[in-house]
Every structure is written in structure tokens, then in C-alpha cells.
């Protein structure tokens, strides 16, 4: 309650100092759920203050953190890079808390189980044996309770079938509603998939149980049902101060989490915490929320939240996601896997500040005993303690919203508040939409994610193509990836490519990269009037919560317009390339970028490799006065062998390793050409030639050349996706066009043997094969039907012209009879 007894509205706008100069920014508040004008608690409008909700690090990061932080990563540069705010970025990596203490102790229990029963010759001995079928049993008496209770490996494939056959293989209709929004429709998806994976892992060790093999392939088999089995059997047995076991887990994928960060382009945090470095500050965080009479400790020594007590001195719970605030299913995630069974505590929507450790669990000293931060509680703890009483901006997941950040809002006002005077701890927040397969989120536990590395080692993807797709969607929207998304990826990178592969040849050959002032054209000044209309655009765009999808459509428009402008000059052209650059360099798209270097045009990947650029330039040249002087009418022979022996190269003497593939294809097309010139061969087979070196030979290296008009010499570029996916369709038309061919041609062959078939039949005889038909007359056409009616006028003149023609055919086929 405000001093004056009246209840203060659930978002109050910050105000800014009236000298401050603020851009006309708006942010999607999820407080407010609208956009609201964004000011900074910093009275001069300059500094803002961040803090990210990290990765908890117990595996590798999978697509779904990818579009999470690169989205961030992309407001985070914009807010910087364009409208110029000191952004202090503070992010957490959760490195203690359910998911981690069971992934570390079961991974331990694991390591140890195999060096106890390890064997010299690497063989499976009956106790290894005897141990994983008691594993095996574990695992579906807990995951797969259908099953019979004395279900074995040998009987496992028919028990599940006739126990889990239409779960485990959805119907069509069971497969549409998966696509479905809305939480009923997601629970359904999630038990199918769920109920999947327990009975691939149990299919996976039904394999090893029977052939036990050699030691490293029994384990791969049967490590997930070994991992809860000796953690039941052993996991209570850990001591508590032993958090080495957890460290060296969580201490490992951070490092792998950061590796794919940068591997993304994601900035690095400006302060990086972590819950296990801060847990005296989190015991203090709770007992002043306890002091403060929102919190109270129970007599196992945990603590929770009281939100009752919380909403009875006039605090607002649930302002993220109010419609969830009584959702069973959702606290009692929001609690951690660890935390289900009787509790002491007072109501069951109270969240745990404090959790008293179980044996086997780690733990840290505290007033209530021995035991652990809960999950919410550490973000609060952290980012209160690094940035203050006030956040301008707190971001993570959508699905974060509750309970975690509703619980982190709740516990950081319940913290800093004092009777009569309510803190607003966070003024923005931002939750940026999840990556979905098939309407799902992507999960861990579900096995339905890739990680960042598999996609970037696949090359299906890679960081620049990863963010244009978040680019192209609204930061706050789910993105489902399908092949419309795909090729819309695509399609954009490429047309960027070939802007700036254009943009860089024309600047290379103005006067050595430097443009000198020529008269503008009408063409000039309507693309330079389009290129103003595009930067106020981009603003407005930006300004309206950082509207990235508006942006990438105003890029790619004015691009088209440069592509069909005619007689541009080239400083118009470089002037609109490094706008361009400059824009896509804010939004990440560029590792090397360099928003200090005004005159840098592109991003990097558009020049082919060092190691080739001594041989393929000189090929590339060879065979462009080649082609010129296959197209003058009179081959010059002479001047084409001149040409070849005249090539040189700038390159050292052996050649390298990384240039011999080069060399070799430069040294061969110099001798094919010589070759051909000294057989005084034909155009055609020149020109041939230079197609195969195009198309074969380095098109096999990842090089391209761009045939242009005269004089212009060929384009040399790397292959991007965009050129490789124009050849494949090309060639793919190419096939069904054959194939199509084909078919016409085996069509009509047939219909002539048809016809032939039908002109050996004699056409006295031709009617006379029918059932239709009683009486004919002297030349075999019908007179009277089956029925017995005399046959109409009508149709004995239908009659009369088919026999005609069979006639014909007749007579034309018996020639050929007898010159056989």
C-alpha cells in the first residue's frame, strides 16, 4: 500500500530526467503485456541495466537456447550499436539444482560402477550382467507401469507392443494434434513422447541384456537405465559437502555453453554469476525476506514463501502470468524433481526459498540447517546483489515467466520493500519466444532437440543462417522451422551475398577501392531517395520493440530496387552497401564486423580461400580472354596457346599443401586449353571446356564464377547455399524434364504398337469376335444385334466408318507382311 493507503497500479512508467535525450523506443513489457516507452532508471537516459536468466549446465546447449540467447544477443546489440545506451549485461549460469544434483551424483555413481566392474579384456561378467537386469527391471516397474510386473529382456518387445502399441505409434489424427497450441494439447504430446524415449531406452538395453558384447558398446546400451538404478540403490549415500561431484559437471558445460555462444556470435556477459559462488548473499537475501514477514522456516529446516502474507500487505502475486497462479502442475515444476512428497509447508502455492537437503543431496551452512538455494531465489539474490533495488531490464525464456520469474518478483519486492514504500525491482521484462518442433517446445527430457554443435558441425546451418531465422520472426514469438522458414533463409542470405559480392567488386574497381565523384544520375537520386525512406523506416522499425522482421523486409526491398536499378554509379551502389553493412553488423550477422570502419562493405565468407586466390584469380582470367576470343567469330589458336604459357602465379615455390588442390586445377585447365589449341579445335569445344572448369572442377572446391556481360570479367565467390540449391533445382527440373521425355516417347512407342496390333485384324472378321452382335453382311459389318433388333441407321454408319479405317490400316500393314 502507498503511504496514503490507496494501492499502487502493478506497473509504475519510470520518469526520466527532463534533460535526458531519450530515443522514441517501445518495449514489449510482459509486466504490462503491451509496449511501453522505454526509460531508464538512470537519470541521464544512458546507462540500462540487464540482467539474463543463463543456462542451468548439466548437457550441451540445443536449438532452443540458440534462438533464446541469440535473440537476446540481437536486442542486446541493437540497444547498444543503434540507439547507443551503456548496457551493463549480468547473466547467471545455475550451476546447483535438481536437474544438476541427480545428472552429477547418477554420472558419478555411473563412472564408479564401471571402474569397480571394469575387466582386462574388456568382456561383461555375470555380475555386470546381473546388475543391469536389475536395472532393467527398475526402469520399467518406474517408467513403463503397464508392462507385467514379471516382464523380462525376452519378453519385453511382444509385452510392450500389446501393452503400449497405439501410444507409442499415434494415429494420423493423434499426429495433427500435436500442432495444437493450449496446454492439453501440449500434455498429450509431451506423455506420447515421453513414453517413446522410456521404451527406446528399455528397447536399447532389451538389445545388450541378449548380446552382451564388449564392455563400451553393453554401456551405451544401458547407461540410462544403469543411472537411476544405481542412484535409487546408492544416491542417498553421497556426502554433502562433496560438491567437487556437481562442480566438475557444471564446470564443463559452461565451458561447452560459452564455446557454442561464441561459436553463434553471442556477446560475452559483462558479469557472469553463479549460484554456488553466491550462497552466503542468498542466505542473507531469505532471512531478511523472513525478517521482512513474508517468508517463514519450517521445522525440517527449509524455508518458503508466504504469499499470502505477501498479498495481504498489498503486493500484487502472478503479475506475469496471473491466469497460471493456482496451476498445480506449474509450481510443482517451478519446485525442482527433488522437491515432490510431503512438505511442512503452510499452503501448497508457497514456493521454497530455502530447501533443507535430503541425504545424498549437496549442501551449504545456513540458520535453518544444512541445505540448498531453491531455484528462484538465486536470480533474485544475484542480480540484487550486482545491479540494486531496480532493473531496467530482466530477460529469458517465455517459459520462464511463471513460476520462476513471477516467484523471482514476488521474493526480490518482499526483499527490498519497507512498510508504506513498494519497490518496482524490475521495470521491463522480456521473454523471448521458444523454437518448437511439431507445437513442442524443445526438451531434454523429451529427446526431441539437436544441439548447436551437431547443426553447426552438419552444415545444414551455421551461425549466420541461425540468426537471419530468429531475425526474420519477432523476438518474442515461437518459430516453428519448417521448409518455408528454410528457404526463406536462404533466399535472403543469398540476395545479401550478391549485393555485397557486387558492392565489393565495384568499390575493388574504382580507382583501387576509392570512388571518385561522378554526376547522379535520375537513377541515382531515386535510389538514394529510397535509401533515406529505408533508414527512417528502420528506425521507426526498431523503435517499435526492436522490430527485426520490418527491417529484414526493408533491407531485402531495397536491394531489389538497387538489382533493377539501371546505370547507377558506383558511388550511389557503395554508399547503399555500406549502410546496409553497417545495419546487418548491428544485428550480429558478422563475427568480424567493425562498426568503426565506415568504409568496410559486407560480411565475412564472400572471398574464396587464402590458399586458392594465387591460382584460381589466374585460371579464372585465362579462361575469361579464352571465352572472349571463342566468341569473336575466327578462333585465334595461336593467341589461345600464347595465353595458356603466358599465365603466371604469385605464389611460393613448392606449393603448400592447402594450395595444391588449386594448382592442380589451374595446371590442368592451362593444358586442356593448350591442347585444344594446338588441335585448332572448334569453338564449341572451347567454350565447353570453360563451362567444365566452372561447373566441375571448382564448383567441386566450393568456388564459383559468375559469368557477366563484356568486358566484365567472371565473378570469382565461394558457393553459398542459395547457388547450390539454384543448381540442384535446375538439374532436378533437368531430370523430370528427361524423365518426362522418356515417358512421352515409351507412351507413343506403345500407341504404335497398339496400332499395329490392331492392323493385322482383318476387317471382314473385325466385328465378327463380338458377342454384341448376330448378323453381318458380306463385307463383316453388323446388321443385327444381340437382342435380335435390326441395327439403326445411326449406328450401322458409326460401324460402316470404323470398318473404313481398319480397312485402311489393313491395307497399309499387308505390304510390309509380304516384303518381310
Same mark, same amino acid.
Given at each position: 500500500m502507498a503511504s496514503d493507503g490507496r494501492k499502487q497500479p502493478p506497473w509504475i512508467p519510470p520518469q526520466a530526467r527532463p534533460d535526458a535525450q531519450l530515443p522514441r523506443l517501445k518495449i514489449y513489457n510482459s509486466l504490462t503485456r503491451s509496449k511501453d516507452d522505454f526509460v531508464p532508471v538512470d537519470p541521464t537516459g544512458r546507462m540500462v541495466t540487464w540482467y539474463a536468466c543463463g543456462p542451468t549446465v548439466y548437457e550441451d546447449a540445443h536449438l532452443g537456447h540458440a534462438k533464446n540467447y541469440v535473440s537476446t544477443d540481437i536486442i542486446r546489440r541493437i540497444m547498444k550499436d543503434y540507439f547507443g545506451f551503456r548496457v551493463k549485461f549480468v547473466m547467471n549460469t545455475t550451476d546447483i539444482d535438481d536437474k544438476i544434483i541427480l545428472q552429477g551424483r547418477q554420472q558419478y555413481l555411473l563412472a564408479r560402477f564401471k571402474q569397480e566392474h571394469a575387466t582386462e579384456d574388456d568382456s561383461v561378467s555375470d555380475s555386470i550382467l546381473a546388475e543391469a537386469k536389475a536395472a532393467f527391471r527398475h526402469y520399467i516397474g518406474k517408467n513403463l507401469p503397464s508392462l507385467p510386473s514379471d516382464t523380462s529382456p525376452e519378453t519385453f518387445p511382444e509385452a510392450a507392443d500389446k501393452a503400449y502399441k497405439e501410444k507409442a505409434e499415434p494415429s494420423p489424427l493423434a499426429d495433427a494434434a500435436t500442432a495444437k497450441q493450449g496446454q492439453q494439447g501440449q500434455a498429450v504430446t509431451v506423455a506420447d513422447l515421453l513414453l517413446k524415449a522410456h521404451i527406446g531406452t528399455a528397447r536399447s538395453a532389451v538389445e545388450a541384456l541378449q548380446a552382451p558384447g564388449k564392455l563400451p558398446e553393453f554401456f551405451t546400451k544401458t547407461d540410462d537405465i544403469l543411472l537411476p538404478y544405481l542412484d535409487a540403490l546408492h544416491g542417498a549415500e553421497m556426502d554433502s559437502n562433496n560438491h567437487k561431484i556437481y562442480l566438475e559437471l557444471t564446470q564443463?558445460?559452461?565451458?561447452?555453453?560459452?564455446? &557454442?555462444?561464441?561459436?553463434?556470435?553471442?556477446?560475452?556477459?559483462?558479469?557472469? /554469476?553463479?549460484?554456488?559462488?553466491?550462497?552466503?548473499?542468498?542466505?542473507?537475501?531469505?532471512?531478511?525476506?523472513? *525478517?521482512?514477514?513474508?517468508?517463514?522456516? /519450517?521445522?525440517?529446516?527449509?524455508?518458503?514463501?508466504?504469499?499470502?502474507?505477501?498479498?495481504?500487505?498489498?503486493?500484487?502475486?502472478?503479475?506475469?502470468?496471473?491466469?497460471?497462479?493456482?496451476?498445480? *502442475?506449474?509450481?510443482?515444476?517451478?519446485?525442482g524433481s527433488l522437491s515432490k512428497g510431503r512438505s511442512m509447508k503452510r499452503s501448497e502455492n508457497h514456493f521454497a526459498l530455502w530447501k533443507a537437503s535430503k541425504p545424498g543431496e549437496p549442501a551449504w551452512p545456513s540458520p535453518w540447517g544444512h541445505g540448498r538455494p531453491g531455484w528462484h531465489i538465486e536470480c533474485s539474490a544475484m542480480a540484487s546483489e550486482v545491479i540494486g533495488k531496480t532493473i531496467d531490464i530482466h530477460s529469458g525464456g517465455v517459459d520462464l515467466r511463471f513460476p520462476h520469474h513471477d516467484n523471482e518478483l514476488a521474493q526480490s519486492e518482499a526483499y527490498w520493500s519497507t512498510p508504506g514504500c513498494q519497490v518496482q525491482w524490475t521495470n521491463y521484462f522480456i521473454h523471448m519466444g521458444q523454437l518448437r518442433i511439431r507445437g513442442l517446445k524443445m526438451s531434454k527430457s523429451l529427446k526431441n532437440y539437436t544441439t548447436i554443435r551437431t547443426v553447426l558441425s552438419q552444415k545444414e546451418w551455421s551461425a549466420r543462417s541461425l540468426r537471419i531465422c530468429f531475425l526474420l520472426m519477432p523476438w518474442q514469438d515461437g518459430i516453428e522451422v519448417t521448409d518455408e522458414l528454410m528457404k526463406a533463409v536462404v533466399s535472403w542470405e543469398g540476395k545479401l551475398n550478391n549485393f555485397f559480392l557486387k558492392s565489393l567488386d565495384l568499390w575493388k574497381h574504382s580507382s583501387a577501392g576509392t570512388t571518385t565523384m561522378q554526376e547522379l544520375g535520375m537513377a541515382d537520386q531515386q535510389l538514394l531517395s529510397a535509401l533515406d525512406k529505408a533508414k527512417a523506416d528502420v528506425d521507426t522499425a526498431l523503435c517499435d520493440s526492436f522490430n527485426t522482421s520490418a527491417v529484414m523486409r526493408i533491407l531485402s526491398d531495397l536491394v531489389t530496387e538497387s538489382n533493377s536499378a539501371e546505370a547507377l554509379s558506383d558511388q550511389t551502389v557503395i554508399l547503399l552497401a555500406r549502410w546496409v553493412t553497417r545495419i546487418v553488423t548491428i544485428f550480429g550477422l558478422d563475427p568480424e564486423g567493425d562498426l568503426s570502419n565506415l568504409v568496410r562493405i559486407g560480411w565475412s565468407g564472400l572471398d574464396i580461400p587464402a590458399p586458392a586466390k594465387p591460382y584460381i584469380y589466374p585460371a579464372s582470367q585465362l579462361r575469361d580472354k579464352v571465352r572472349t576470343l571463342a566468341y569473336s567469330g575466327s578462333v585465334d589458336h595461336t593467341a589461345i596457346a600464347k595465353?595458356? &604459357?603466358?599465365? /603466371?602465379?604469385?605464389?611460393?615455390?613448392?606449393?603448400?599443401?592447402?594450395?595444391?588442390?588449386?594448382?592442380?586445377?589451374?595446371?590442368?585447365?592451362?593444358?586442356?586449353?593448350?591442347?585444344?589449341?594446338?588441335?585448332?579445335?572448334?569453338?564449341?569445344?572451347?567454350?565447353?571446356?570453360?563451362?567444365?572448369?566452372?561447373?566441375?572442377?571448382?564448383?567441386?572446391?566450393?568456388?564459383?564464377?559468375?559469368?557477366?556481360?563484356?568486358?566484365?570479367?567472371?565473378?570469382?565467390?565461394?558457393?553459398?547455399k542459395l547457388l547450390i540449391e539454384a543448381r540442384a533445382e535446375r538439374e532436378s527440373a533437368g531430370t523430370a524434364k528427361a524423365k518426362a521425355k522418356l515417358e512421352q516417347e515409351a507412351r507413343k512407342a506403345e500407341r504404335e504398337k497398339e496400332l499395329r496390333e490392331r492392323a493385322k485384324v482383318d476387317p471382314l472378321l473385325m466385328f465378327r469376335t463380338s458377342d454384341e452382335y448376330l448378323e453381318w453382311d458380306e463385307s463383316g459389318i453388323p446388321t443385327v444385334d444381340a437382342a435380335g433388333n435390326v441395327v439403326s441407321k445411326n449406328r450401322r454408319k458409326k460401324l460402316v466408318k470404323e470398318w473404313e479405317k481398319q480397312k485402311k490400316r489393313h491395307d497399309e500393314w499387308l505390304p510390309t507382311q509380304q516384303a518381310a
Open positions: 564443463k558445460f559452461e565451458r561447452r555453453f560459452f564455446e &557454442d555462444m561464441n561459436a553463434l556470435n553471442v556477446l560475452a556477459p559483462d558479469q557472469l /554469476t553463479r549460484v554456488t559462488e553466491y550462497v552466503p548473499q542468498i542466505v542473507r537475501f531469505v532471512e531478511k525476506i523472513v *525478517a521482512n514477514g513474508f517468508g517463514y522456516a /519450517t521445522p525440517e529446516g527449509s524455508v518458503y514463501f508466504d504469499i499470502d502474507s505477501f498479498e495481504k500487505a498489498g503486493h500484487s502475486y502472478s503479475r506475469l502470468e496471473p491466469w497460471n497462479k493456482n496451476d498445480p *502442475a506449474l509450481q510443482a515444476d517451478g519446485e595465353l595458356a &604459357d603466358g599465365i /603466371t602465379i604469385a605464389a611460393s615455390t613448392p606449393v603448400v599443401e592447402s594450395s595444391k588442390p588449386y594448382d592442380q586445377v589451374l595446371q590442368q585447365f592451362r593444358t586442356n586449353v593448350k591442347a585444344l589449341a594446338a588441335q585448332q579445335a572448334p569453338a564449341k569445344d572451347l567454350l565447353a571446356l570453360c563451362d567444365q572448369l566452372r561447373d566441375v572442377h571448382l564448383w567441386n572446391l566450393g568456388i564459383y564464377l559468375e559469368d557477366r556481360n563484356n568486358p566484365q570479367p567472371a565473378l570469382v565467390r565461394p558457393l553459398d
